[in-house]
């Protein structure tokens, strides 16, 4: 059977062997390649996983969705799923890009495994791809946490400072180095409240301060666990509350 390891990953074997041919085909192979079907697949793709999140996470809503979506069928993820299935093994590429490594490339993988679906649909249907994605997405979600996946380092400090009611932090750039056209960056980003002051550089500023927020997060973060850490110490030695143990303090 022609790429039965590929198709036994899968749990899905093809009546037309030739689509899944097809969809592992790149241009510089020849025709029949696999973009169009790269096409159709990125939309069943979508619908899918658009729908296994529906029914996963109950509590997120419209935007939250769409942001763990956009995450989880980005290049990079579809890349990542393409590697555990060793779809580079299962390629057709031309000779010179074989040789320049469009094997390993992420862009070319990925647009495989969109075209895999795509074939997958075309073969046995909507159901027979939903059930083939299904199976490759539900141990990523185990994995992942849709509060913060997809969410940049300065949009999850700025919550995290929030949900302690704390102000907001204060990005400064402190220095430039290097050509106008070849610039880095070193941004400050402070949390007076807490005393942290971290820096983070950059090839432009928007990079430099989400280095510095990153930083400035982990050592919040930090902060934070240590005072969970001590409020537990102290209920553990008094059996009272932190404020109840206070409260008696004063009192005497």
């Known amino acids: 059977m022609i790429h039965d390891g590929l198709q036994a990953q899968l749990g899905h074997e093809f009546s037309d062997v030739s689509l899944l041919r097809q ?6 192979y020849g025709q029949p390649h696999n973009e169009r079907l790269e ?6 793709l979508n619908c899918v996983v658009a729908a296994l999140l529906y029914r996963t996470y109950g509590q997120l809503d419209e935007g939250d969705l ?8 980005r290049q990079q993820s579809l890349y990542e799923i393409a590697q555990g ?16 490594g469009g094997a390993r490339r992420p862009s070319i993988l990925a647009d495989a495994l969109e075209a895999v679906v795509g074939a997958i649909y075309l073969d046995a249907g909507f159901e027979a ?7 490759l997405y539900r141990p990523v979600l185990r994995t992942v946490d849709p509060r913060t996946l997809g969410k940049d380092a300065k949009t999850l400090l700025q919550e995290h400072l929030q949900g302690c009611k704390l102000p907001l932090p204060v990005y400064s750039v402190v220095a430039t180095h290097g050509a106008a056209h070849k610039q880095m960056f070193e941004v400050e980003c ?23 927020a990153k930083l400035a997060l982990e050592a919040a973060q930090a902060r934070s666990d240590g005072t969970k850490a001590g409020a537990r110490r102290t209920r553990a030695a008094t059996g009272k509350t932190p404020g109840q143990a206070s409260g008696a303090a004063r009192r005497a």
Do not use: M
């Not at 769409?66 to 069928?73: E, F, G, H, T, W």
């Open 23 to 28: 969809a592992l085909t790149h241009r510089s």
């Open 39 to 44: 096409f159709l697949g990125d939309s069943v």
């Open 66 to 73: 769409s942001r763990v979506r956009a995450n989880l069928v």
């Open 85 to 100: 299935l060793k779809l580079s093994a299962e390629l057709l590429l031309g000779e010179g890009e074989r040789k320049s």
């Open 129 to 135: 791809a939903e059930r083939v994605i299904c199976a």
């Open 190 to 212: 402070a949390i007076p409240r807490l005393d942290i002051q971290v820096l983070g550089s950059g090839g432009s500023r928007r990079a430099a301060e989400q280095v510095a």
